[in-house]
């Protein structure tokens, strides 16, 4: 039996009684889908999936998403390997500044899957910030501003040429940078959840490089205003991994980063991700 148990006051649920490698029927699936629209993260112990498994528990939640630059693991083009090795000293790791998943696609992805294969004695945890909440939390004239605007993505920081060196000294990852990096894809700054029509701010620090209608220098303070507001601790939930460990988020709803706490260890991990809508805004003051 799935029951579901809230492990923090913005959002995150442990769900137990699935075994996820397993045949789910529809009812556990539309459970499991329900306790992501709830907690916006769900987490799942003692797990073990191979990359067959995983992808075919990430179709149960709809079709794969596009995954640009990060390379796939051999005969498993929907499955990414999220690894820093033991011998990596820089203090970065895939997924260290706080994002909503490849938010600069047309496109971007619903649900990720993260499941840890191996993880690091200490650190290496995963942060979740609630973005519904990041909005409700807002004064009713910056909401009401917010509706009206519209944030440029782009990969240009994470994924242009220029970044390629960067990639090139982290052992763990296989990354191939490209220019089409450098375009932009224009999203509402609040998008109504496509399943739920909750309204969510979808500005993030690594891939929103703009604001339309901006100048630079008029967006900067906004963004910075932003990141700082959409990451404050009470809007958090933080998970410590342990091997077998499964994470689902929703990234229509959630921001996340990794911390990179853990020089001297290895950490490995496999990442799914589900196909997602364009946002579409949300109105006024909902
Ligand atoms: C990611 O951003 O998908 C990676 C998160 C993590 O490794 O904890």
């Known amino acids: 039996m799935i029951t579901v148990e809230q492990v923090a006051g913005a ?168 220019e089409s990096a450098t375009r932009t894809q224009v999203h509402p700054a609040v998008r109504a959840h496509g399943e739920t029509g909750v309204p969510a701010l979808f500005v993030n620090a690594q891939y929103t490089v703009g604001l339309c209608g901006f100048a630079p220098h008029e967006a900067r303070p906004l963004l910075d205003f932003l990141a700082a507001h959409t990451t404050r601790t009470e809007l958090t939930c933080r998970w410590q991994w342990r091997v077998g460990d499964v994470a689902i988020w929703d990234n229509r709803a959630v921001q996340h980063m990794a911390m990179a706490d853990f020089t001297g260890h290895r950490r490995a991990m496999h990442r799914t991700t589900v196909a997602g809508e364009a946002p579409v805004a949300a109105s006024s003051l909902t």
């Open 11 to 178: 959002c995150g649920a442990v769900v137990h009684g699935a075994d996820l490698a397993a045949d789910l029927d529809d009812a556990e699936v539309a459970q499991i889908r329900q306790a992501l629209l709830d907690h916006q993260v769900v987490f799942f112990r003692g797990q073990r999936l191979d990359p067959d498994q995983q992808v075919r528990f990430s179709r149960r939640l709809g079709p794969p998403s596009p995954v640009p630059f990060v390379q796939a693991i051999p005969e498993h083009p929907e499955v990414i390997a999220v690894v820093r090795e033991a011998t990596e000293t820089h203090g970065y790791t895939f997924g260290g500044l706080w994002h909503s998943d490849f938010s600069f696609l047309p496109e971007p992805p619903s649900a990720s899957i993260l499941h840890a294969l191996e993880v690091p004695p200490f650190g290496g945890d995963t942060v979740w910030a609630s973005q519904t909440l990041a909005y409700r939390t807002l004064s009713p004239a910056m909401r009401q501003m917010l509706t009206t605007l519209e944030g440029v993505h782009s990969a240009v920081n994470a994924y242009s040429p220029k970044m390629q060196a960067v990639h090139d000294t982290f052992a763990g990852m296989s990354v191939q940078t490209d």
